[in-house]
Every structure is written in structure tokens, then in C-alpha cells.
């Protein structure tokens, strides 16, 4: 079984916005980018495309790369105050010389649409929360569509990044699966693999999840976005791992769009909540 992102994104981004235009709220999301790096400025476009089909307003702030942390968080700061916006994204990675923790951790709670704030990510680790990272956000909501239940399945994400890796693993303890994390440090990490009943990989590394890295039956969730030979592939084998996993995650079109999705999503329900506490 495919699963497949962009059809199940293009039907939840359908459903938002008619949740939106029943609303009678004007939902705001505001992105910084720092630099002009050629991938981030294609993220940012499709982000800020995904608001206009769902009827969020957008607006980009795009800043100098030679911008020093302090300019960065200003700016941000702005934005914090600006009761317009529901929700604010900065776009990462941000050049190596700005320190992206003390930008991350500017940004209000309440507009952290990214699920980056340490309020935020204790949330989501104490079992309670409102704003969780888009990716991981957006598999919970395919593995839902496609009627996997994670409770009582063991489940392996490979990667600990705070985008991706951690929070994966916490929405799947919160959904009750026994979950392992594994790192460039696991020793003898197939072992590991070959036990998971849905395995994500979050490593970076083009087709490095093999056939004998999977249980037979598995369902697998590439995360992966590499280009090779100018081609767009995932972390998985997908061609060879398909013929083992019960359901598996293509690339392009699996878990991409599900991130867009969720982000709007969360932008949504920021513009909700704040119209309950009148901050807006």
C-alpha cells in the first residue's frame, strides 16, 4: 500500500479551508528566511502558496545573510507583537553564525506554529500538546487516514533531530507504541530495524534503509529528501523495501506535503486560540 501524502494533504487542505472561511477569523502566517539559499526560498514559496489555496493570509520577511542573531530576533520580536500575525515560522537552517536556539526560543509560545519552542516541545514530551512539529505531526495524520493504529506496535525512528526525530518518537509513545530511537551512534542498527512493526527514517542519507534493515509487513515512513543524479529520492530503498513493508511512504509526494498540511493546521488552530484568550 502507498501512502500517499499528497492526496490525503490535498483533501485535509480542502476541508481547512472551508473551516476557515466559516470561521470568520483572517489567520496570518509570517516566515523569516535568513539568506538566499535555494532550497529554503523553494520551501518558503510552497508555504506561502499552501496559504493562499486555504485562505491564510501571508506575509515573508526575508533578511540579509550576513544578519547577526540579535537582527534576526528583532525581527521576529516585531512580528510577536504584531497582533495581525497568528503564527510565525523561521525557516531553517539559518546561516551557521546565527545562534538558531536563542531565534527558536523568540518566538512567542502561542505562535510557534513550527512546535520548536522548549514550551512547546515540554508539551508534547509531557504527553499534553497544542503545537507539534509539522513532519512529525503530519505522519501521525497519514498513518491515521490510512488506518494505521500505532498502539501496541513497536516503532524505530532512525534520527534524532529535533525536527523530526524526537518529536516523531514522542507522538508515537503518545499514541502508545513502544518506540525506539536510533542515531549515527546505535551499534549494529539492522537489529534494531528488523524489530519495528513501523519504522520512520529521518537519517539524510539516500537510500539507506535496505531490505534487510525491514521487517517483512512493516510499514515504513521515509522522511528523506536527497537529490541524487538530479533525481529526488528518499532515505528508503523504496524500489526493493516496497516489495517487503505492508505500506510505505513515497518520495516525492509521501510525507512532504503532509508537513505543509499540518503547518496550516497549526496555523489555524493559532489563530483559534487566540481569538478564545482575545489576544487578537
Keep these: 500500500m502507498i501512502l500517499d501524502g499528497k492526496k490525503v494533504s490535498e483533501a485535509r487542505l480542502a476541508r481547512l479551508k472551508e473551516e476557515v472561511e466559516?470561521?470568520?477569523?483572517?489567520?496570518?502566517?509570517?516566515?523569516?528566511?535568513?539568506?538566499?539559499?535555494?532550497?529554503?526560498?523553494m520551501y518558503v514559496r510552497m508555504k506561502h502558496r499552501a496559504c493562499g489555496?486555504?485562505?491564510?493570509?501571508?506575509?515573508?520577511?526575508?533578511?540579509?545573510s550576513d544578519s547577526t542573531t540579535e537582527e534576526v530576533r528583532e525581527q521576529v520580536d516585531r512580528l510577536n507583537q504584531d497582533q495581525d500575525v497568528s503564527g510565525i515560522l523561521v525557516q531553517l537552517p539559518l546561516p551557521p553564525h546565527v545562534d538558531t536556539h536563542r531565534v527558536v526560543e523568540t518566538v512567542l509560545p502561542e505562535k510557534d506554529?513550527?512546535?520548536?519552542?522548549p514550551a512547546n516541545l515540554g508539551r508534547l514530551f509531557s504527553g499534553n500538546p497544542i503545537f507539534s512539529p509539522c513532519t512529525p505531526r503530519g505522519i501521525m495524520t497519514l498513518l491515521q487516514e490510512y488506518g494505521v493504529e500505532p498502539?501496541?506496535?513497536?516503532?524505530?525512528?532512525?534520527?534524532?533531530?529535533?525536527?523530526v526525530?524526537?518529536?516523531?518518537?514522542?507522538?508515537?509513545?503518545?499514541?502508545?507504541?513502544?518506540?525506539?530511537?536510533?542515531?549515527?551512534?546505535?551499534?549494529?542498527?539492522?537489529s534494531f530495524t528488523r524489530q519495528a512493526d513501523i519504522l520512520v527514517a529521518a537519517v539524510g542519507k539516500a537510500r539507506f534503509v535496505e531490505p534487510t534493515m525491514v521487517r517483512?509487513?512493516?510499514?515504513v515512513i521515509d522522511v528523506g529528501t536527497n537529490q541524487v543524479d538530479g533525481k529526488l529520492c528518499g532515505d528508503v530503498d523504496f524500489d526493493r523495501v516496497r516489495e517487503i513493508a505492508s505500506a510505505i511512504?513515497?518520495?516525492p509526494g509521501g510525507v512532504g506535503p503532509m508537513t505543509i498540511a499540518s503547518l496550516m493546521e497549526n496555523t489555524f488552530l493559532a489563530a483559534r486560540l487566540q481569538s478564545c484568550t482575545g489576544a487578537r
Design 113 to 117: 506554529v513550527d512546535g520548536f519552542h
Design 53 to 64: 489555496q486555504v485562505g491564510i493570509r501571508s506575509r515573508g520577511v526575508e533578511l540579509p
Design 22 to 41: 466559516a470561521s470568520g477569523l483572517t489567520p496570518e502566517l509570517a516566515t523569516v528566511i535568513v539568506g538566499k539559499d535555494p532550497a529554503s526560498q
Design 216 to 219: 517483512e509487513g512493516a510499514v
Design 151 to 163: 498502539e501496541g506496535l513497536r516503532a524505530v525512528v532512525i534520527g534524532r533531530s529535533i525536527e
Design 165 to 190: 526525530g524526537r518529536p516523531m518518537a514522542a507522538l508515537l509513545l503518545n499514541a502508545s507504541a513502544t518506540v525506539t530511537i536510533c542515531h549515527s551512534r546505535t551499534r549494529e542498527l539492522p
Design 249 to 251: 511512504t513515497p518520495v
